[in-house]
């Protein structure tokens, strides 16, 4: 679970197949070695060959955007994506008439291609975008994804077809507010029947993950539901690696939506699945998982907190009590975390004196990195630091003990050491505060 989570479906989509676009033609990279690299001018795009095409979708994916402004490097950008959505749309026509599994491959590359450039043109654009586009995406992914099935062992052009299609939908979903889930259901299931079995399982993992979001909106019923379909979808199944990631996805959307007591419930029911797994990559998530419960439960409750500053001196928490304490998990490396230092400087002034202070927990893993930050900003309350080999980062013991998997992250603690607020930043640090400060 990160910090930088979506709220935007769109946007993460888009992202996760700028990654795997870029992975995918770099990786082929190597094996096109001497091929022909796209060049400017005319080009008559009909006559190239499949190993042109993809030369030129690599060269195009390696430009960087020119310009002396922000407008004009926009306007570059947008060509270049423009110019990408041209020639992905020759080869996927010129590739899908192929019927060996290379050149099918060549039509899922391009229609990966043509999704980025399409999402990034529609987050270019003034105006609202149109789901047509992305309706044809689908279609045609849905087309490869059966042309692929003639390959047995072709994993790879069968899963980007999938994914493809799954991203496509959810965009249309999201410009024309249809039911995106709705109208996948019936390919997914028939993904789930495929008779590869690679496919089948991710078309399985695909269709419980469509059945288990949720949004911004999403009630408590709609946590109850998804919270029901994984306890029994997991009752009597072997969690294996793959499995993690929607089930962290789910119990950081459940912990968003303000859900605690379904996301207590939930880390709970997974910690103790995690701990009896074979796997020790599975097996050592336990902790984290106890950790959540354990911090999701402190609002009204004694916060444990022990550790060493940055100078070198022992924190003694017990010296803490009669103060209001903001416990601020951060690093230099992590921009929400920074940005958010000027509202908490502007609390420490209006309140130390009546009796606020902060502890930093800084997570970097280099000691030097933080000094010379702190040197540089100067931040008037103490920080702690374990440099302890394994011990930092997110191993930090603290970070551990708390299931903190993203920051910024921030614990605020009464006069008596008991948890206010778990999400105390912004203006509702300054609510808090002069409830317990001014009495408002």
């Not at 590739?95 to 599994?101: C, L, R």
């Amino acid at each position: 679970m990160s910090m930088f989570r979506h709220r935007d479906f769109l946007f993460c989509s888009s992202f996760l197949l700028l990654w795997g676009f870029s992975s995918t033609l770099w990786a082929d990279e190597q094996a096109n070695a001497g091929q022909p690299s796209a060049t400017e001018g005319d080009v008559d795009l009909q006559k190239e060959s499949l190993q042109d095409l993809h030369a030129r979708l690599m060269d195009l994916n390696r430009k960087t955007p020119k310009g002396n402004t922000r407008e004009e490097m926009f306007g570059n950008y947008r060509k270049i994506q423009e110019e990408m959505l041209e020639v992905a749309r020759v080869l996927y026509d010129k590739a899908i008439k192929g019927e060996d599994a290379k050149e099918l491959n060549f039509a899922a590359i391009a229609l990966t291609a043509q999704y980025r450039a399409q999402t990034f043109l529609a987050r270019l654009g003034g105006e609202k975008p149109s789901a047509a586009p992305f309706e044809k995406l689908a279609s045609e992914a849905k087309e490869l994804f059966r042309a692929s099935q003639v390959a047995k062992d072709d994993f790879q052009t069968a899963g980007m077809a999938v994914q493809v299609t799954v991203q496509s939908m959810m965009a249309v979903g999201q410009l024309d507010g249809s039911d995106a889930i709705a109208k996948l259901t019936p390919f997914l299931e028939e993904v789930s029947q495929d008779s590869r079995p690679q496919i089948a399982a991710l078309g399985k993992q695909l269709l419980l993950q469509s059945q288990l979001q949720l949004t911004p909106s999403s009630g408590p019923e709609d946590v109850a539901r998804v919270v029901g379909l994984l306890k029994q979808e997991y009752a009597d199944r072997t969690i294996e690696v793959q499995d993690v990631q929607t089930i962290e996805d789910v119990l950081t959307q459940i912990e968003r939506l303000g859900q605690t007591s379904a996301a207590v419930q939930l880390s709970k029911f997974f910690a103790q699945k995690f701990a009896a797994s074979d796997q020790p990559q599975i097996k050592q998530l336990a902790s984290r998982l106890e950790g959540t419960a354990r911090r999701l439960e402190l609002p009204g409750h004694q916060m444990e907190l022990s550790g060493t500053f940055l100078d070198g001196s022992s924190l003694d928490w017990a010296s803490y009590r009669g103060k209001v304490v903001l416990v601020d998990f951060w690093a230099t490396w992590c921009g929400p975390c920074r940005a958010e230092f000027p509202n908490v400087i502007a609390n420490y002034e209006k309140y130390h004196d009546q009796g606020f202070d902060v502890i930093g927990v800084n997570i970097d893993d280099e000691k030097s990195t933080v000094e010379a930050f702190l040197q540089k900003e100067k931040l008037p309350w103490k920080t702690l630091f374990n440099d302890q080999p394994g011990q930092t980062g997110f191993n930090n013991p603290l970070v551990r003990r708390y299931g903190i998997s993203g920051i910024p992250t921030v614990i605020l603690v009464d006069r008596e050491g008991k948890v206010i607020s778990l999400d105390a930043r912004g203006p509702e640090l300054g609510r808090l505060l002069a409830e317990q400060f001014d009495g408002k």
